[in-house]
């Protein structure tokens, strides 16, 4: 039998947990003649050890565990808790109907009987590794439609763009999306192509950033039999045929391709790369950059005729910086989409939390604040039912946040309308001052610059009051 891990192109870590060491050299050399990695386990410690070092791809697990502080069961049941996406596979020589039936209800992709056979255990580690995969993929394909289909935040700017693409997705017209990296270009571009008369059709992405000036071509026209490796190549622009190719960062396309490109547009008609055949196709184009291609016109780096063929209607997308008052609409999506792909429950953004976010300046935009997002699912201490505060975000958001964002009591004041906020503070400020100078009022009258009377009124206001001295008020008797 072909090596599953290059005949299947699987990931290749598998976790063999039995007490018996021969039976775990047998699994393991049976398994490394396919290419695949096997780690070792013994007893219920060293499983949940090797797991948490590094999340196997899939977990081989008998069921009876002599010394063992679980058995397969009950670690079966604790990693289909932890890690749902695992698959299992359960092993036993003592094996029956009613253990099988059990496994498989507590998540157990298959049940094998000791002594098992070499080929039956080959077959099944592939199809539950095909089947994890496959559910991988599924949930991711989900996650970024879900990210795709929708345009966040209710600001006007925001609101701006929403008009605009509905005006322009069923005319068919070229579009030519501008906006800082991380904005958003591409959800808008799939927008335009989802509200148009070829939402049915393809919709093709090719970023001219990432290619080489070599191979663009070839991947935007395809090649002819012969070329290359031999086999013919179909481009990007027949992929999109009847729907909407997506050129991001245009910009970057050679002088010599943005040449073809403009004719393109012009007859719909192009030859692949060593053909002499020509493609007629019906393709939408629309385009995107986070250069100002008016200035790269200027300095020759982009064609003025190809620039004024994509932008027969711009659309801008604004910074994330220019629209502040979407953050917390888009932080709690991005929030939930994480926890929903991590499967742990959601949580909220406390309200120090959510300032801080609103007063980062986002160099990297949305696609930053995604990123955030996901960071603080998987860093975020504490109990999952707390709130999200400050001090749990990123670093780099969080040394940027105003001071008092940063201050102990910042989550509760920053919920509290300024005169609230100010008694707090002020509460706060006085009682570290007196507690300071051990109580003494007179003292802490002179630091603060008020006089003593003036502070036994304040404090008095506050609910802060000493004891039978006068001059000194202690922390214990601080209400």
């Known amino acids: 039998m072909a090596s599953l891990a290059k005949e299947k192109g699987l990931t ?8 018996e060491a021969d039976i775990r050299a047998l699994i393991k050399g049976i398994l490394n003649d396919e290419g695949l990695s096997v780690r070792e386990a013994g007893n219920a410690d060293e499983t949940f050890k090797a797991i948490s070092a590094r999340k196997p791809n899939l977990l081989i697990l008998d069921i009876w565990l002599s010394g063992s502080t679980m058995d397969g069961m009950q670690i079966l049941q604790a990693v289909r808790r932890d890690y749902p996406m695992m698959p299992v596979i359960m092993i036993s020589g003592h094996g029956n109907i009613d253990t099988a039936v059990s496994a498989i209800k507590m998540g157990a992709y298959d049940f094998i009987e000791k002594p098992f056979k070499s080929d039956r255990l080959i077959l099944q580690v592939q199809h539950a590794l095909d089947a994890a995969r496959l559910m991988r993929e599924n949930q991711e394909l989900k996650f970024r439609a879900g990210d795709d289909s929708e345009i966040l935040g209710k600001s006007p700017a925001i609101n701006q763009v929403r008009q605009i693409i509905d005006r322009v997705a069923p005319t068919g017209s070229r579009v030519l999306i501008s906006g800082p ?3 958003g270009k591409e959800v808008v571009a799939r927008a335009l192509h989802r509200q148009s008369k070829r939402a049915e059709e393809p919709f093709v992405v090719i970023n001219c950033a990432m290619m ?5 071509e070839v991947e935007l026209f395809g090649t002819e039999h012969g070329v290359g490796s031999g086999q013919r190549k179909i481009g990007k622009f027949e992929q999109a045929h009847g729907g909407t190719l997506y050129l991001d960062e245009v910009g970057d ?10 004719r393109l547009l012009q007859e719909q008609v192009f030859m692949r790369v060593g053909g002499t055949m020509r493609v007629e196709v019906d393709v939408r184009v629309i385009a995107s950059s986070s250069r100002d291609l008016q200035i790269d016109i200027q300095t020759g780096v982009v064609r003025q005729d190809l620039y004024y063929r994509l932008s027969v209607v711009p659309i801008r997308i604004p910074a994330l910086a220019e629209r502040r008052e979407d953050i917390p609409v888009i932080a709690n999506h991005f929030l939930a989409r994480a926890a929903e792909t991590a499967g742990i429950p959601v949580r909220v953004l406390a309200d120090d939390a959510m300032a801080a976010l609103q007063a980062y300046h986002w160099p990297g935009n949305v696609r930053q604040l995604r990123n955030a997002m996901e960071w603080v699912v998987i860093m975020a201490t504490s109990d999952a039912g707390e709130p999200i505060h400050t001090d749990m975000l990123p670093p780099d958001i969080t040394s940027s946040a105003p001071g008092v964002l940063r201050w102990e009591k910042g989550g509760e004041i920053m919920g509290l309308p300024l005169r609230d906020a100010r008694e707090m503070f002020e509460r706060e400020y006085l009682l570290a001052q007196v507690t300071r100078f051990g109580g003494n009022i007179s003292r802490t009258a002179t630091f603060i610059g008020m006089e003593r009377s003036a502070l036994h009124r304040k ?3 506050l609910g802060m009051h000493g004891g039978s001295n ?5 922390a214990e008797n601080i209400n």
């Open 12 to 19: 290749n870590d598998i976790l063999v947990v039995d007490d």
């Open 459 to 461: 404090l008095k206001l």
């Open 253 to 262: 396309m050679p002088m010599e391709t943005q040449s073809k490109i403009v």
């Open 181 to 183: 990296p991380g904005s």
């Open 212 to 216: 080489e000036p070599d191979q663009i």
């Open 470 to 474: 006068e001059n000194n008020v202690t």
